[in-house]
């Protein structure tokens, strides 16, 4: 997200779904938070609607991961203090 415009029209999108309870909108690392009883599926095509990208944070605090360093978790790209997601 590059400007107010664009993080009031994705929170606006998201925040009009049924379920929705809370959305944090995260510009710096284009990220959107949505708390609430929402199908995931859902909150994507709202977002998708928008004409913005829209893809699943992939990342988890690496406490929450059994081997934060293994081969598949660890990636350079993720935020300090994040790992992916891997079984």
Known sequence: ??????????KSS???LKGVKLVEV?????????KGQVEPKNILEG????GKKAEFWPYVPYNFVSYPYAARA????????YVKNVP
Do not use: F, H, I, W
């Open 1 to 10: 997200m590059c400007c107010d415009g664009c993080e009031r029209r994705v």
């Open 14 to 16: 998201v925040s009009g």
């Open 26 to 34: 995260n510009r710096k690392q284009s990220r959107v938070t949505v």
């Open 47 to 50: 977002v998708l609607e928008t």
């Open 74 to 81: 660890y990636d350079k790209k993720a935020p300090s203090g």
